[in-house]
């Protein structure tokens, strides 16, 4: 559930946003400590281009 509201949270931003990894960061900035080691732990095997 939690994956999930991210995962909406992260499309509505990358649609609204000009580049994907600033889109990106953006979300991650506002992830809890425990959150972003799970994001990176999940973003390892994506790749993001601008």
């Known amino acids: 559930m939690q994956k999930d509201r991210l ?3 992260t499309m509505e931003i990358v649609v609204n946003h000009p580049t994907k990894r600033a889109a ?3 979300v991650h900035s506002r ?6 080691a ?3 732990c999940a973003s390892d095997g994506l790749s993001i281009t601008e």
């Open 7 to 9: 995962a909406t949270l």
């Open 38 to 40: 799970e994001w990176d």
């Open 31 to 36: 992830l809890n400590p425990w959150a972003q």
């Open 24 to 26: 990106l960061d953006s």
